[in-house]
């Protein structure tokens, strides 16, 4: 992996350091070169005749995406966030009253929320499971609740928005297949920066967005759909001519598909840079990804722990890019004024995105690091002196 290569492709690495691809990470050239030509193309010769010159081009992201997650083309849907292709998967389950969801304290905002309006809508109940002291799941209890309660979905965030913790995704997975119960995992977090293999994992759906450690455009994202779902005839609540063939004036017939799970209309230009994107990582190698972020983060946190009255605030035996803390003498809002005035990228994570979280840590807001990739040891240790204030 040739990082002064890639920082070169990157053109947003030249007068910042970037630390938000848990956000909105920055693009390589070749991706805004394929969305900016295809939509000055389409300018010129309109939507309907840029699909069609283009269709290898929208065919590739499929085989480029199931070569990243280890699975079938057949298998993948493109969607327009990783919250549509959740939303999606979710609508296929037929909950009823008493049905019960096993999640996590660390599962998304946006996933809490619909899980909350599942409960009002249907009736179905929530259920969190336990987390050890080191902030990992308590495997053991959760398996319990699983036989106990045998939910209709087990919902994870394989890395939780406003955390650095990596969650035990293939460990949940064996227990939901041990006793055949659909599993949806929300990987918006973890597809771009670590190896993601549905195989491995076992899920029956996940869901994943461009724009974060992907290195995607806006507005992309795509959903994985296991045969075993497919097999069952799961699709979403609402379908459109993509997703079904309209047989008769009153009946329809699947996509066989994980297509069945798109919507018709989306952008051209989308879907081609995602297309790139996805191929792009492949080609530098999530592997090689996976190794150099952890090296790179590793570096950083034990930096950071000698910054005197900086806190570390993320828990867990398996940590990733994302990286939240606090000060005991500045406010969060004084320590961004300090990485602003430095040209320093970053966000801020907010209580109300970490209702359980952060009460835990006894903390309303902390501030979000995410490296990647294209980031060096050198920008880090600057970061390091900066916050050293």
């Not at 907010?350 to 690091?369: G, H, T, Y």
Request: charged residues 25%; negative net charge.
């Amino acid at each position: 992996m040739d990082i002064n290569t890639i920082r070169k492709e990157t053109r947003g690495c030249t007068d910042k350091i970037f630390l938000n691809s848990a956000g909105s990470s920055l693009v390589t050239d070749t991706v805004f070169d394929i969305m900016m030509n295809s939509l000055t193309e389409e300018a010129r010769i309109g939507g309907y005749a840029l699909a069609s010159l283009n269709q290898e081009g929208i065919d590739d992201f499929y085989a480029e995406t199931a070569k990243l997650l280890n699975c079938r083309l057949e298998n993948i849907a493109f969607q327009t966030s990783a919250t549509d292709a959740y939303a999606k998967a979710i609508s296929s389950i037929e909950f009823k009253t008493g049905d019960v969801i096993l999640t996590t304290d660390d599962d998304y905002v946006s996933n809490q929320i619909s899980f909350l309006s599942l409960k009002k809508r249907f009736g179905i109940k929530i259920i969190r499971a336990v987390t050890r002291s080191d902030g990992d799941l308590d495997l053991v209890a959760f398996e319990e609740l699983v036989k106990e309660h045998q939910p209709k979905l087990v919902a994870l965030t394989h890395i939780p928005t406003s955390s650095g913790l990596v969650q035990a995704a293939e460990e949940v997975g064996a227990i939901c297949r041990k006793y055949n119960t659909w599993y949806l995992v929300d990987a918006c977090q973890s597809v771009g920066q670590l190896v993601v293999d549905v195989q491995k994992i076992g899920c029956d759906f996940l869901a994943a967005t461009g724009r974060k450690f992907l290195r995607g455009p806006r507005g992309t994202g795509f959903l994985y759909v296991s045969d075993r779902a497919l097999e069952a005839g799961l699709a979403p609540l609402i379908i459109d001519m993509i997703g079904a063939e309209w047989t008769s004036a009153d009946d329809y017939k699947l996509e066989p598909t994980a297509k069945r799970f798109e919507f018709w209309e989306s952008s051209i230009a989308g879907r081609l840079a995602l297309k790139e994107a996805v191929k792009y990582a492949n080609h530098v190698g999530m592997a090689n990804i996976q190794e150099y972020n952890a090296g790179l983060m590793a570096q950083f946190r034990n930096q950071l722990k000698q910054v005197k009255g900086l806190n570390l605030q993320d828990r867990g035996t398996q940590l990733s890019n994302i990286l939240t803390f606090t000060m005991d003498q500045h406010t969060t809002e004084e320590i961004a004024q300090q990485l602003r005035e430095h040209h320093v990228y970053f966000s801020i994570t907010s209580l109300c995105s970490a209702r359980i979280d952060f009460p835990k840590k006894n903390i309303e807001s902390a501030v979000r690091l995410s490296p990647h990739y294209f980031n060096t040891p050198e920008e880090l240790e600057k970061v390091v002196t900066i916050l050293d204030f």
